[in-house]
Each structure stands twice: as C-alpha cells, then as structure tokens.
C-alpha cells in the first residue's frame, strides 16, 4: 500500500506562487504514476498534472506554462510549483499514485488565490 501526505496550500494573491508537496511512503516502488487533482466547490474534481515514473510529464490545459510538475526521488517527494495563480485556481488540491489496478489518494490541501 501507499501513504500520501500533501503539504503547501494556503491563502495566495492573484499572480503569486505555491509549491505543494506530496509526500510518499509505503509500497513505493509500485507506482507507475503521480498525478495532482483539483476540486473546486461545487464542481468535479478535474486532473491537473501528471509525471510517470520514467519521468513523463502531462499538464491540463487550464496550466499549461504556468504549473510544473517535478519529483525528488531520494525523498520519495512529488512538487507542484504554480505560478501566476488565478482565482479560478482555487481548490482542495489532491495528490494521487497510481499502481496496477489501483489509485491512492492524498488527504487534500487547500489553495485559495484571492484576487
């Protein structure tokens, strides 16, 4: 199994930065992907990046050139650094891993881009 631990969310003006973290333990070695999520009140959660574990990168459209997804594999870490947030870019921030037939969520990190 995997445990995943999200950290770096909080209160941001429009134009600013946040880096989140995911931090990873467990059956490590059974994940062929990291991903970040988003959900935005009343609304579905949406996919947002993604970097598999030969280190392959996937961004949403909605990101692109402004949210970059990277890993420290000594510290078993996945990184979200966005930039130029927006509002629209406020959400609960999920990280996710996913294995062979399974996807283990995080607890989720709040991100507020106030304009």
């Known amino acids: 199994q995997v445990q995943l631990v999200e950290s770096g969310g909080g209160l941001v003006q429009a134009g600013g930065s946040l880096r989140l973290s995911c931090a990873a333990s467990?059956?490590?070695?059974?994940?062929?992907?990291m991903l970040w999520y988003r959900q935005a009140p009343g609304k579905q959660r949406e996919f947002v990046a993604a970097i598999t574990s030969g280190g392959s990168t996937n961004y949403a459209d909605s990101v692109k050139g402004r949210f970059t997804i990277s890993r420290d594999n000594a510290k078993n870490t996945v990184y979200l650094q966005m930039n130029s947030l927006k509002p629209e870019d406020t959400a609960i921030y999920y990280c996710?891993?996913?294995?062979?037939?399974?996807?283990?969520w995080g607890q989720g990190t709040q991100v507020t881009v106030s304009s």
């Open positions: 467990g059956s490590i070695f059974s994940i062929n992907a």
């Open positions: 996710a891993a996913a294995t062979i037939g399974t996807t283990t």
